[in-house]
């Protein structure tokens, strides 16, 4: 069973370089930890500066074990103190439609 992590994210209103940068330093640090599947980051069309990180694990144990690294916290911290809000957390899957619905 693949473990399913959502992180709603809200931007600094203006130049979003700095903070998506950030974001991409993250995600190139997650690429290299056992256990990580891969993700995928959506922008709100509506609301720009609203995002959605969807990763995926192979257990629980491995997303706690990358998110409790010290480095993985020096990075985040750096997303805080550029003003990055976020609200995260893993997710358990209750029901799909249609063929695509994973």
């Given at each position: 069973?693949?473990?399913?992590?959502?992180?709603?994210?809200?931007?600094?209103?203006?130049?979003?370089?700095e903070?998506l940068?950030?974001?991409?330093?993250?995600?190139?640090?997650?690429?290299?930890?056992?256990?990580?599947?891969?993700?995928?980051?959506?922008?709100?069309?509506?609301?720009?500066?609203?995002?959605?990180?969807?990763?995926?694990?192979?257990?629980?144990?491995?997303?706690?074990?990358?998110?409790?690294?010290?480095?993985?916290?020096?990075?985040?911290?750096?997303?805080?103190?550029?003003?990055?809000?976020?609200?995260?957390?893993?997710?358990?899957?209750?029901?799909?439609?249609?063929a695509?619905?994973?």
């Amino acid at each position: 069973m693949t473990h399913t992590f959502f992180n709603i994210i809200t931007l600094p209103e203006g130049d979003d370089t700095e903070a998506l940068k950030a974001w991409a330093a993250v995600g190139d640090w997650m690429e290299q930890q056992p256990g990580f599947l891969g993700s995928t980051l959506y922008r709100n069309r509506r609301q720009p500066n609203t995002l959605i990180n969807k990763g995926r694990y192979e257990t629980e144990d491995s997303f706690m074990a990358s998110v409790k690294n010290p480095e993985f916290q020096r990075l985040s911290q750096v997303l805080t103190d550029l003003g990055v809000e976020r609200l995260a957390g893993l997710y358990d899957e209750i029901k799909s439609f249609g063929a695509g619905g994973n």
